[in-house]
């Protein structure tokens, strides 16, 4: 299963990686880690707001009617999978970052936005420095997984190289994989990398944080069968 890659992100990502994974010529398998559920919020008043922040594509899929109010301001998106969900929620203006939420931070700074709202998960990571006071509003939760889906325990077992696209998803991994020692792991950025801890045969990382990134690095992996560019074994 030189070819197999292990998607453990939560829908709708991991059928947009897998599609990814196919147009590359590998084989994927879908094991999701997360189930995603919708929270109910309380929208505050858009007249209190310069723009709205998108770091997730699910931010804008389960913000739901209320983000409509919203709309008319600008829409600060991380990634081409948050640019689109927010353009079918209705923002007309959309600023799209390929980077991550600190670079999406530098870009409201660099437009004078003074006061952002952020539809977020429940378990998202704080955007803490100058700038901007970013607003965090959970509109979903990312529910974990008791135990290894089957077909992860299999794909893992059976050598399937595993993609890794959060720290929250590294350390849940981690947790759920006692036998590291033949695991080959390809992350999107350091800090997943990192919250997997040590002890697996090798972990690499994509040289940018984006999806697009990690199926690369994981055709080279998956090609050479050795641990590739940033590996931390």
Not at 108 to 122: E, I, K, Q
Not at 193 to 219: F, H, I, N, Q, T
Request: proline share 7%; net charge neutral.
């Amino acid at each position: 299963m030189s070819g197999t890659v292990l998607i453990l992100r939560p829908e709708p990502g991991a059928s947009a990686t897998a599609a990814r994974a196919w147009a590359f010529g590998m084989s994927p398998i879908l094991a999701p880690l997360f189930a995603i559920r919708t929270l109910p919020w309380d929208a505050p008043d858009p007249a209190d707001y310069d723009a709205v922040l998108l770091t997730s594509a699910n931010g804008a899929r389960h913000a739901g009617a209320r983000l409509r109010n919203f709309t008319d301001l600008p829409c600060y998106a991380v990634g081409e999978a948050s640019a689109a969900a927010a353009r079918q929620a209705g923002f007309e203006e959309v600023r799209t970052g390929s980077a991550d939420g600190a670079a999406a931070l530098a870009m409201l700074s660099a437009d004078g936005v003074r006061r952002a709202l952020h539809p977020c998960g429940l378990a998202h990571t704080g955007l803490a420095g100058l700038g901007p006071e970013i607003v965090h509003r959970p509109v979903y939760a990312a529910d974990p997984v008791d135990s290894l889906p089957r077909a992860a325990a299999k794909a893992i077992a059976d050598g399937a190289l595993v993609l890794l696209h959060s720290p929250r998803a590294g350390a849940l991994l981690a947790r759920l994989v006692r036998d590291r020692e033949a695991v080959r792991i390809a992350a999107i950025s350091a800090a997943a990398a990192g919250a997997a801890g040590p002890g697996w045969r090798s972990k690499a990382v994509a040289e940018a944080p984006r999806d697009e990134a990690l199926l690369e690095l994981a055709l080279k992996l998956c090609q050479t069968g050795g641990p590739g560019s940033g590996a931390d074994a």
